[in-house]
């Protein structure tokens, strides 16, 4: 039986795409909207913030995932960074280089001179795990710089959406034949 060549990968990964901007919109108006409007004063729901851009990001990275396997299937784990490694080279070294390129000038690491996606994705490998379980005592403590990881997911979303392109198609109108 020869295996189909039907791209499984470009259906899915554009569904992870949009769920992943979806999370990210949220995120955006929660940060917009009044405190008072969520019945929350920021200090109370800080903790989501996180915990949802990681779900966000684990989406977008899976949904490179599948275009560059070709699979309906994605893995099921929350790490980050493993999830950028089981990327194809080619996508890898793209986002590393677009990361480089649109991100680290804006949100420089003076502490490392080989600043790259690897990076931002290790610092916050675990982010939705661990603020999901905010109320864990740790030994160390965690942290989430907030603006470097929103530009690095809205620079991932973008560079995924350049893959395909999204036309809007309308039935046509029969036209009846002239007599």
């Not at 893959?163 to 198609?169: A, D, K, N, V, W």
């Amino acid at each position: 039986m020869q295996k189909s060549s039907q791209f499984h990968g470009l259906s899915t990964g554009v569904k992870l795409e949009k769920q992943a901007r979806s999370i990210l919109k949220q995120i955006h108006a929660m940060a917009k909207a009044d405190a008072h409007e969520f019945g929350l004063r920021h200090e109370e729901h800080s903790g989501v913030e996180p915990m949802l851009l990681a779900l966000s990001m684990e989406f977008a990275l899976k949904a490179w995932f599948v275009w560059d396997h070709n699979t309906l299937k994605t893995k099921r784990i929350h790490d980050l960074l493993k999830l950028f490694e089981l990327l194809g080279d080619t996508s890898k070294e793209r986002l590393d280089r677009e990361f480089r390129k649109n991100v680290a000038p804006h949100h420089p690491d003076f502490l490392r001179s080989d600043y790259g996606i690897r990076d931002v994705l290790c610092q916050h490998a675990n982010a939705f795990v661990e603020w999901r379980y905010i109320h864990e005592k740790r030994e160390h403590g965690i942290s989430f710089n907030f603006t470097t990881f929103v530009a690095t997911l809205e620079m991932v979303l973008d560079e995924f959406a350049t893959l395909y392109r999204s036309e809007l198609i309308s039935p046509q109108r029969e036209v009846p034949p002239r007599t």
